[in-house]
């Protein structure tokens, strides 16, 4: 499992571990890194131009707030965050009192229901923190709102290394992002896939398995199994002996 290990032992992964006998290991393929100070200031933005932050994940959050710190700039009480969704909210606490007058955050999770929270705010300057991967899908919709904002990268997604003598004989592999899929062919170049099965969520997931020419045996989420572990548990059902 290409996640890192579920924080509670009521985990679904454990469930369908013990129903059908097999073993599940979470070995994270991609893990996530601060570009540092020097690289952040190669982008020419300042941090305190801004009157506003937008938050698309608790990666952002994380993030902005540490490199915040190893720049030296102190965050003003002034500064308003809007989220994507209240979790993302909810999150910013472990950094800042939480005060609904300076914290918004959409109803769906979906920043196109985010866009009429921040038009209320349209006086404010937008910082909007974002991964080295990303789409111009916020820029866009800001654009169009006439929205003063600047898209600044601050963390980085990058490949985990596997050591030469690590042990990789599984049965099946699943990916939830095509990073991970990535990770893969790049630690292992002359990865044979054989009998080794491969699962994966998400769309882009899925076509990154195809384009890689390895052969998918799994894709969720689908009409019958909404989520990775009703998918696994499908396939097992069929499958496992």
């Given at each position: 499992?290409?996640?890192?290990?579920?924080?509670?032992?009521?985990?679904?992964?454990?469930?369908?571990?013990?129903?059908?006998?097999?073993?599940?290991?979470?070995?994270?393929?991609?893990?996530?890194?601060?570009?540092?100070?020097?690289?952040?200031?190669?982008?020419?933005?300042?941090?305190?131009?801004?009157?506003?932050?937008?938050?698309?994940?608790?990666?952002?959050?994380?993030?902005?707030?540490?490199?915040s710190t190893e720049l030296r700039?102190?965050?003003?009480?002034?500064?308003?965050?809007?989220?994507?969704?209240?979790?993302?909210?909810?999150?910013?606490?472990?950094?800042?009192?939480?005060?609904?007058?300076?914290?918004?955050?959409?109803?769906?999770?979906?920043?196109?229901?985010?866009?009429?929270?921040?038009?209320?705010?349209?006086?404010?300057?937008?910082?909007?923190?974002?991964?080295?991967?990303?789409?111009?899908?916020?820029?866009?919709?800001?654009?169009?709102?006439?929205?003063?904002?600047?898209?600044?990268?601050?963390?980085?997604?990058?490949?985990?290394?596997?050591?030469?003598?690590?042990?990789?004989?599984?049965?099946?592999?699943?990916?939830?992002?095509?990073?991970?899929?990535?990770?893969?062919?790049?630690?292992?170049?002359?990865?044979?896939?054989?009998?080794?099965?491969?699962?994966?969520?998400?769309?882009?997931?899925?076509?990154?398995?195809?384009?890689?020419?390895?052969?998918?045996?799994?894709?969720?989420?689908?009409?019958?199994?909404?989520?990775?572990?009703?998918?696994?548990?499908?396939?097992?059902?069929?499958?496992?002996?």
């Amino acid at each position: 499992m290409s996640q890192p290990k579920p924080t509670s032992d009521k985990s679904p992964y454990y469930d369908i571990a013990e129903k059908y006998g097999v073993n599940i290991d979470f070995r994270p393929f991609i893990k996530v890194e601060s570009l540092s100070p020097k690289e952040f200031r190669q982008q020419k933005v300042s941090i305190l131009d801004h009157t506003a932050i937008v938050f698309t994940s608790r990666h952002a959050i994380d993030h902005f707030f540490n490199l915040s710190t190893e720049l030296r700039v102190t965050i003003p009480e002034t500064m308003k965050y809007f989220c994507v969704s209240e979790t993302i909210a909810l999150y910013i606490q472990k950094y800042v009192q939480y005060r609904k007058r300076k914290i918004f955050f959409g109803p769906t999770g979906k920043f196109e229901d985010l866009v009429p929270i921040i038009l209320k705010h349209k006086s404010e300057k937008y910082l909007v923190p974002l991964s080295d991967v990303h789409n111009d899908d916020i820029k866009n919709a800001l654009d169009q709102s006439k929205i003063q904002h600047n898209e600044v990268v601050m963390y980085r997604t990058v490949s985990t290394t596997f050591s030469e003598d690590e042990k990789f004989d599984y049965d099946m592999l699943v990916f939830f992002s095509p990073a991970g899929v990535a990770s893969l062919l790049k630690n292992f170049p002359n990865f044979d896939q054989t009998n080794v099965k491969i699962a994966t969520f998400g769309a882009t997931t899925a076509q990154a398995v195809r384009d890689a020419g390895l052969r998918l045996d799994l894709e969720a989420p689908s009409e019958k199994a909404p989520s990775m572990t009703a998918a696994l548990d499908l396939y097992l059902k069929e499958n496992n002996q």
